[in-house]
């Protein structure tokens, strides 16, 4: 089955980004934007392309042709960003990520692929892939997923090769993986102990930065009764993940790789990212 279709996530409310302060002296159009608009479309060059742009360009130089981009209910940041298609030869579709009733923002991850195959029902019955907005994939690391074999697959991040401040990749969880980099178990907050328990059969310790591929004949009832997370208070895309890797032995397949993934979490990732172009 031709797996091209890549659902983009962007409907979060970008919350710790506008929260955090900048250290670097970010000039007040990027300060600007960083408290206003979606992580997704922060100017990362000093032409303002947004980090959307270059994943996209990514996504495309790795085959994909179908993008499913969800939004908030409210969001016409993207809508008008992508006004006039600007990437030939890749489809771009919205989904929107409707706030459930007697809730004031959106459900989580799972809930907006699962949103998104319920508007798009030709995913249900297709291969597909899902990332974030905010983060920067290769398009190495895009053209593994799109063409690995495996169903229902994640690529499965080398914690070493992450070049984050040693704090956050402590908050990283970790995965549990067998001798095949099938996917066992997640731990949240791992501990020193729990990271040599954790260590897959090379030794190495592996994370999850959502980046996935999916079979939605298989993977649809998962989302639709993933449950919500006690802590957060939303369902999340790993909860979904393992619960069908529990369910399914030999279902979600950990893909190797070693390779820092940029990402927009707060002002200061900005600068990070900025002086990469």
């Not at 690391?141 to 070493?160: D, M, P, V, W």
């Not at 066992?184 to 930065?209: A, C, G, T, W, Y």
């Not at 393992?242 to 707060?266: A, F, Q, R, W, Y």
Request: hydrophobic share 35%; with cysteine.
């Amino acid at each position: 089955m031709i797996n091209d279709s890549l659902i983009i996530l962007a409907a979060g409310l970008s919350s710790r980004m506008k929260k955090s302060k900048s250290s670097n002296g970010l000039s007040k159009n990027l300060l600007n934007q960083a408290n206003t608009v979606e992580k997704g479309l922060i100017g990362v060059d000093k032409n303002g392309k947004p980090l959307i742009h270059y994943l996209l360009v990514n996504a495309q130089q790795a085959g994909f042709k179908n993008i499913f981009l969800v939004i908030g209910e409210k969001s016409l940041n993207f809508k008008n960003y992508f006004t006039n298609n600007k990437y030939e030869g890749l489809n771009i579709n919205f989904a929107i990520q409707y706030i459930e009733n007697k809730r004031v923002k959106p459900s989580g991850t799972a809930d907006a692929v699962f949103q998104t195959l319920v508007q798009y029902p030709i995913l249900k019955n297709s291969n597909f892939c899902v990332c974030n907005s905010d983060n920067l994939y290769s398009n190495e690391a895009l053209l593994k997923i799109r063409t690995t074999k495996s169903s229902n697959a994640f690529i499965s991040y080398e914690r070493e090769c992450l070049k984050f401040s040693s704090e956050k990749i402590r908050s990283f969880s970790v995965l549990k993986l067998d001798k095949e980099n099938y996917l066992l178990d997640i731990i949240e907050k791992p501990s020193q102990n729990d990271l040599e328990k954790f260590k897959d059969s090379k030794r190495i310790s592996r994370v999850n930065m959502n980046l996935f591929k999916f079979n939605g004949v298989v993977f649809f009832d998962f989302l639709k009764e993933c449950p919500f997370d006690p802590v957060r208070n939303e369902k999340e895309l790993p909860t979904a993940v393992l619960n069908i890797s529990k369910k399914i032995p030999n279902s979600v397949l950990g893909i190797p790789h070693c390779e820092h993934v940029p990402d927009l979490t707060s002002k200061d990732d900005i600068s990070l990212l900025f002086n990469q172009f």
